[in-house]
């Protein structure tokens, strides 16, 4: 900002020094206001112009006005910073020419469009996942978040999208489009994607910000009708929410344009990359901006290093936060309880026991306002017989799995997330990142396929700080035995030794890490440089 111009000298000395402590005080105060609007736009246009000759490793993206990551009035001390970290077992790697992070840990301390602020209602601080990555997402780096279930990992991607999208200039200025997507989020299950889309549109409402979701299971028309005209308020469509395969799908009919795409997020990216999703997920992002002119968030809570290899060809050099550890860890908040059977018959009557102990009441008093409990089956007919079963029994119970219609899968989930049910037998569709409120215990009838399946599938209770419980039937039959030796080291991680000890009887190998693509032969050591192969 321009100063005014001196006046003549012949003015007295306490009038100069009037005047300096005016200058000075109009300097102190334009440091701490926001840039207009108009310098903003003008910024913008530059970056239009000269994008790629002035784009650089860490610069914001060319269509995107970066806000300050977190400039503050009272940042964090440095040695509040590493008391953080330590306390929460927080670890950042930073890439190289790039800036250490430092935490952001009062909400006073980020700077945002002050109406994004009513997401943190209810909340005292910031979780140390959101904490670490605003500061590098906010400046428009790659951001790799790996953190237990429950974290806040949606809050800590869709904060840092909406505040870019609120200082865009296409939500500044009327556009002709109706839809202009410039964010992407993509995640596993029908079910995630459309709590992440809730949240995200709320969020966004009061700007005039509309989000779709795009899932398979249900008639496309809708989805491609919201895409092209924005949503039944009239707010424009600027977030795309959805799963893989009806991404894809709509992207092939030419419904869905993701060529002004600059801000990707794989959510439960372990499993986008590690479960069948890669050559989709693949194809999805050759769609978007290439290189610095997006910006690509990943999140999870198990990050393989195979997975993280595969995911680099996605990132420019990412900030990674972990919080806890890479490997596989459970939420230190659920109390795990393991029990084993000689006989797979008995689970069925060890479940109605377990279900009186833990004071789960019949549908008389339908549960409302009692912790739910989330049982998971391994398979679809498993899940519909084990519901049959409870239901005869006299539970008010219902079920969620993939042999359901996408409708009566919603209005399951809806009927428990709102207590109305109870109890809920579900397959692992329900696993992953589902924010279900009080879920007081999480019952494994048969153990899941994988020990990260097993992370995700507890993790559906103790979020938010609260504590939870999970108990586990295992019969060491098929697939579980193999994965006993695993089992009984993640529960001693979690210090709870005499449940591992209860697995002593079956062998106590711990498998090779293995990759869908590449078996149990591929090598986490690999250092050596890509060679460019000419044809």
Same mark, same amino acid.
């Given at each position: 900002?321009?100063?005014?111009?001196?006046?003549?000298?012949?003015?007295?000395?306490?009038?100069?020094?009037?005047?300096?402590?005016?200058?000075?005080?109009?300097?102190?105060?334009?440091?701490?206001?926001?840039?207009?609007?108009?310098?903003?736009?003008?910024?913008?246009?530059?970056?239009?112009?000269?994008?790629?000759?002035?784009?650089?490793?860490?610069?914001?993206?060319?269509?995107?006005?970066?806000?300050?990551?977190?400039?503050?009035?009272?940042?964090?001390?440095?040695?509040?910073?590493?008391?953080?970290?330590?306390?929460?077992?927080?670890?950042?790697?930073?890439?190289?020419?790039?800036?250490?992070?430092?935490?952001?840990?009062?909400?006073?301390?980020?700077?945002?469009?002050?109406?994004?602020?009513?997401?943190?209602?209810?909340?005292?601080?910031?979780?140390?996942?959101?904490?670490?990555?605003?500061?590098?997402?906010?400046?428009?780096?790659?951001?790799?978040?790996?953190?237990?279930?429950?974290?806040?990992?949606?809050?800590?991607?869709?904060?840092?999208?909406?505040?870019?999208?609120?200082?865009?200039?296409?939500?500044?200025?009327?556009?002709?489009?109706?839809?202009?997507?410039?964010?992407?989020?993509?995640?596993?299950?029908?079910?995630?994607?459309?709590?992440?889309?809730?949240?995200?549109?709320?969020?966004?409402?009061?700007?005039?910000?509309?989000?779709?979701?795009?899932?398979?299971?249900?008639?496309?028309?809708?989805?491609?009708?919201?895409?092209?005209?924005?949503?039944?308020?009239?707010?424009?469509?600027?977030?795309?929410?959805?799963?893989?395969?009806?991404?894809?799908?709509?992207?092939?009919?030419?419904?869905?344009?993701?060529?002004?795409?600059?801000?990707?997020?794989?959510?439960?990216?372990?499993?986008?990359?590690?479960?069948?999703?890669?050559?989709?997920?693949?194809?999805?992002?050759?769609?978007?901006?290439?290189?610095?002119?997006?910006?690509?968030?990943?999140?999870?809570?198990?990050?393989?290093?195979?997975?993280?290899?595969?995911?680099?060809?996605?990132?420019?050099?990412?900030?990674?936060?972990?919080?806890?550890?890479?490997?596989?860890?459970?939420?230190?908040?659920?109390?795990?309880?393991?029990?084993?059977?000689?006989?797979?018959?008995?689970?069925?009557?060890?479940?109605?026991?377990?279900?009186?102990?833990?004071?789960?009441?019949?549908?008389?008093?339908?549960?409302?306002?009692?912790?739910?409990?989330?049982?998971?089956?391994?398979?679809?007919?498993?899940?519909?017989?084990?519901?049959?079963?409870?239901?005869?029994?006299?539970?008010?119970?219902?079920?969620?799995?993939?042999?359901?219609?996408?409708?009566?899968?919603?209005?399951?989930?809806?009927? !428990?997330? +709102? &207590? =109305?049910?109870?109890?809920?037998?579900?397959?692992?569709?329900? %696993? #992953?990142? @589902?924010?279900?409120? $009080?879920?007081?215990?999480?019952?494994?009838?048969?153990?899941?396929?994988?020990?990260?399946?097993?992370?995700?599938?507890?993790?559906?209770?103790?979020?938010?700080?609260?504590?939870?419980?999970?108990?586990? !039937?295992? +019969? &060491? =039959?098929?697939?579980?035995?193999?994965?006993?030796?695993?089992? %009984? #080291?993640? @529960?001693?991680?979690? $210090?709870?030794?005499?449940?591992?000890?209860?697995?002593?009887?079956?062998?106590?190998?711990?498998?090779?890490?293995?990759?869908?693509?590449?078996?149990?032969?591929?090598?986490?050591?690999?250092?050596?440089?890509?060679?460019?192969?000419?044809?």
């Amino acid at each position: 900002m321009a100063v005014d111009a001196p006046p003549p000298v012949e003015k007295t000395k306490s009038d100069k020094k009037e005047r300096k402590r005016k200058r000075d005080a109009e300097s102190d105060t334009v440091e701490q206001v926001p840039p207009s609007p108009p310098k903003k736009q003008k910024k913008k246009k530059r970056d239009k112009q000269s994008a790629s000759a002035e784009v650089t490793e860490g610069d914001a993206t060319p269509d995107v006005p970066a806000p300050a990551a977190s400039a503050s009035s009272t940042p964090c001390t440095p040695a509040e910073a590493d008391a953080f970290l330590s306390k929460h077992s927080v670890t950042i790697h930073t890439p190289p020419n790039t800036d250490a992070v430092s935490p952001i840990i009062s909400f006073d301390q980020l700077d945002i469009p002050p109406g994004l602020r009513s997401a943190f209602s209810g909340f005292k601080e910031p979780t140390p996942i959101q904490a670490c990555t605003w500061p590098p997402a906010l400046k428009c780096h790659d951001v790799v978040g790996i953190a237990e279930t429950g974290s806040g990992k949606t809050l800590a991607f869709g904060i840092p999208a909406l505040a870019q999208l609120i200082l865009s200039p296409l939500n500044t200025k009327k556009s002709k489009k109706s839809s202009s997507v410039t964010v992407l989020v993509v995640a596993p299950t029908r079910e995630l994607a459309i709590q992440t889309h809730d949240s995200l549109s709320a969020l966004g409402a009061p700007f005039g910000i509309a989000s779709v979701a795009v899932f398979g299971g249900v008639d496309k028309a809708p989805q491609i009708k919201t895409l092209a005209n924005g949503n039944k308020d009239g707010k424009t469509t600027r977030i795309v929410v959805g799963t893989p395969g009806r991404i894809l799908d709509l992207v092939n009919d030419g419904a869905c344009d993701l060529s002004q795409v600059n801000y990707l997020v794989l959510d439960e990216a372990d499993r986008m990359l590690d479960k069948g999703f890669e050559n989709d997920i693949r194809a999805i992002i050759s769609h978007t901006k290439q290189g610095a002119e997006r910006q690509t968030m990943m999140f999870s809570a198990t990050w393989p290093e195979a997975v993280r290899r595969l995911a680099s060809t996605f990132q420019r050099d990412p900030v990674r936060v972990t919080v806890g550890s890479d490997d596989l860890t459970a939420n230190s908040r659920v109390e795990q309880s393991l029990d084993v059977f000689d006989d797979v018959r008995e689970k069925d009557n060890r479940l109605l026991k377990l279900l009186k102990s833990l004071s789960h009441k019949k549908a008389s008093k339908k549960g409302s306002d009692e912790a739910r409990i989330l049982i998971f089956a391994l398979y679809k007919k498993e899940a519909s017989r084990v519901e049959g079963s409870l239901r005869r029994a006299g539970y008010d119970v219902g079920a969620l799995h993939g042999d359901m219609s996408q409708s009566a899968r919603m209005d399951a989930l809806e009927k !428990f997330k +709102t &207590g =109305e049910t109870g109890l809920l037998v579900a397959t692992d569709v329900a %696993a #992953r990142g @589902l924010d279900i409120p $009080n879920v007081g215990a999480v019952i494994n009838y048969t153990f899941p396929l994988t020990l990260e399946d097993y992370i995700h599938r507890i993790g559906r209770t103790g979020r938010g700080g609260r504590s939870g419980k999970s108990i586990t !039937f295992f +019969t &060491g =039959e098929n697939h579980e035995r193999s994965l006993a030796g695993e089992l %009984a #080291r993640v @529960l001693r991680e979690s $210090n709870f030794d005499e449940q591992a000890d209860k697995l002593q009887k079956f062998p106590m190998t711990i498998k090779k890490k293995t990759h869908s693509s590449y078996g149990a032969f591929f090598r986490d050591d690999i250092t050596a440089a890509p060679t460019k192969i000419v044809f």
